[in-house]
T-cell receptor
Framework: GQQLNQSPQSMFIQEGEDVSMNCTSSSIFNTWLWYKQDPGEGPVLLIALYKAGELTSNGRLTAQFGITRKDSFLNISASIPSDVGIYFCAGQKGPSSGTYKYIFGTGTRLKVLA | DGGITQSPKYLFRKEGQNVTLSCEQNLNHDAMYWYRQDPGQGLRLIYYSQIVNDFQKGDIAEGYSVSREKKESFPLTVTSAQKNPTAFYLC????????????FGQGTRLTVV
């Protein structure tokens, strides 16, 4: 089945650094979502994007819906130890495609060194 | 509080046995989903349902079955035909419209012993 390409796969950063990750697809999506998953827990929604070119912030997190609708980016500024976890992107094509299912990225594993 | 509840959190199964994982939501969402996650891997779609009494196979449906008799409930049965059932199972739900978010339960970790 289709999975979105997410990069980097993993990253180690120092506390206080900024982090960038992205997600790309060969097809167009109408909604992009970003989630964070802690070990042994379900993913928690961070940011939702609905429009091409949209830039949305949630505290230290900023995400953008790519203008081509085939990609999305997530930035975390001034990272802290609790940012550690797995970050997933997800795309949804919407009802015009006949389905409401979400396609997930392969995940970016973030480790923050204090 | 509104949310999605998965139970149990941990489940052990003997080889050859069927087991059912529960997923209940009180968000009044039409669509519900089951995903499987293996260590260090992303989420793979098992089954999804866009409306009561209807469901569709996802990418890895073999060895699994579901039912959607009520809007609030979408149980997943892992049958003995599933060759490698040990995994973390996640249930999610969303409104059945364009541009809506999917919300996840806390997951059930299934181990075959």
């Amino acid at each position: 089945g289709q999975q979105l390409n997410q990069s980097p796969q993993s990253m180690f950063i120092q506390e206080g650094e900024d982090v960038s990750m992205n997600c790309t697809s060969s097809s167009i999506f109408n909604t992009w979502l970003w989630y964070k998953q802690d070990p042994g827990e379900g993913p928690v929604l961070l940011i939702a994007l609905y429009k091409a070119g949209e830039l949305t912030s949630n505290g230290r997190l900023t995400a953008q819906f790519g203008i081509t609708r085939k990609d999305s980016f997530l930035n975390i500024s001034a990272s802290i130890p609790s940012d550690v976890g797995i970050y997933f992107c997800a795309g949804q094509k919407g009802p015009s495609s006949g389905t409401y299912k979400y396609i997930f990225g392969t995940g970016t594993r973030l480790k923050v060194l204090a | 509080d509104g949310g999605i509840t998965q139970s149990p959190k941990y489940l052990f199964r003997k080889e050859g046995q069927n087991v059912t994982l529960s997923c209940e939501q009180n968000l009044n969402h039409d669509a519900m989903y089951w995903y499987r996650q293996d260590p260090g891997q992303g989420l793979r779609l098992i089954y999804y349902s866009q409306i009561v009494n209807d469901f569709q196979k996802g990418d890895i449906a073999e060895g699994y079955s579901v039912s959607r008799e009520k809007k609030e409930s979408f149980p997943l049965t892992v049958t003995s035909a599933q060759k490698n059932p040990t995994a973390f199972y996640l249930c999610a739900s969303s409104d059945r419209d364009r541009g809506t978010e999917a919300f996840f339960g806390q997951g059930t970790r299934l181990t075959v012993v």
